[in-house]
T-cell receptor, first 118, second 114 residues
Framework: GAVVSQHPSWVICKSGTSVKIECRSL??????MFWYRQFPKQSLMLMAT?????????EQGVEKDKFLINHASLTLSTLTVTSAHPEDSSFYIC??????????????FGPGTRLTVT | AQTVTQSQPEMSVQEAETVTLSCTYD???????LFWYKQPPSRQMILVIR??????QNATENRFSVNFQKAAKSFSLKISDSQLGDAAMYFC???????????FGTGTSLTVIP
């Protein structure tokens, strides 16, 4: 099956610092990757969609200068939370979709990253 | 934008019994995909079942089956012979035929009572 990994699984950082989260598709090429944010007991909120080699498309209300997304290769996308603040503390989930073939039907989710900003 | 509604924030079921989770959606498209995802306490999203809108036959995966009513825009999930491991948040999701974006419902928290 298609496997997506995220690193780190849990990160604590101090207010004002930046933190990078990696999302990797391990056994398929992901032309499109998605970044979600999930608050406790709530649904997934799409933050942005990234296509390999092009700029990410951000959802309304998401600060693109704060949440930097880079999809530099077909297997790696990164989300950098810049100048993090306590309100950025959340669970961040990435997902990946292949361009074609049977894997193109679905999104494959990473295990998520819990970010705590102190 | 498409909307997905899950009207049951919480449900419970006795072990070995059957439970049905509801989902309705709003769309003007004729071709699309519908999904049920499970999110256990580990927070890993797991695909439970997928339905293509052009297929009249309801999808089934072992103990999981759906009741897809296209005209009513309803997509419920039935879990038979419930097991303790089925306890999780369940999200209904919609994706258009050609689009990238998934639209998720607000989720239903399922408790399985031993």
């Amino acid at each position: 099956g298609a496997v997506v990994s995220q690193h780190p699984s849990w990160v604590i950082c101090k207010s004002g610092t930046s933190v990078k989260i990696e999302c990797r598709s391990l056994d398929f090429q992901a032309t499109t990757m998605f970044w979600y944010r999930q608050f406790p007991k709530q649904s997934l909120m799409l933050m942005a969609t990234s296509n390999e080699g092009s700029k990410a498309t951000y959802e309304q209300g998401v600060e693109k200068d704060k949440f930097l997304i880079n999809h530099a290769s077909l297997t790696l996308s990164t989300l950098t939370v810049t100048s993090a603040h306590p309100e950025d503390s959340s669970f961040y989930i990435c997902s990946a979709r292949a361009a074609s073939g049977s894997l193109a039907y679905e999104q494959y989710f990473g295990p998520g990253t819990r970010l705590t900003v102190t | 934008a498409q909307t997905v509604t899950q009207s049951q924030p919480e449900m419970s079921v006795q072990e070995a019994e059957t439970v049905t989770l509801s989902c309705t959606y709003d769309t003007s498209e004729s071709d699309y995909y519908l999904f049920w995802y499970k999110q256990p306490p580990s927070r890993q999203m797991i695909l439970v079942i997928r339905q293509e809108a052009y297929k009249q036959q309801n999808a089934t995966e072992n103990r999981f089956s759906v009741n897809f009513q296209k005209a009513a825009k309803s997509f419920s999930l039935k879990i038979s012979d419930s097991q303790l491991g089925d306890a999780a948040m369940y999200f209904c999701a919609y994706r258009s035929w050609t689009g990238n974006q998934f639209y998720f419902g607000t989720g239903t928290s399922l408790t399985v009572i031993p």
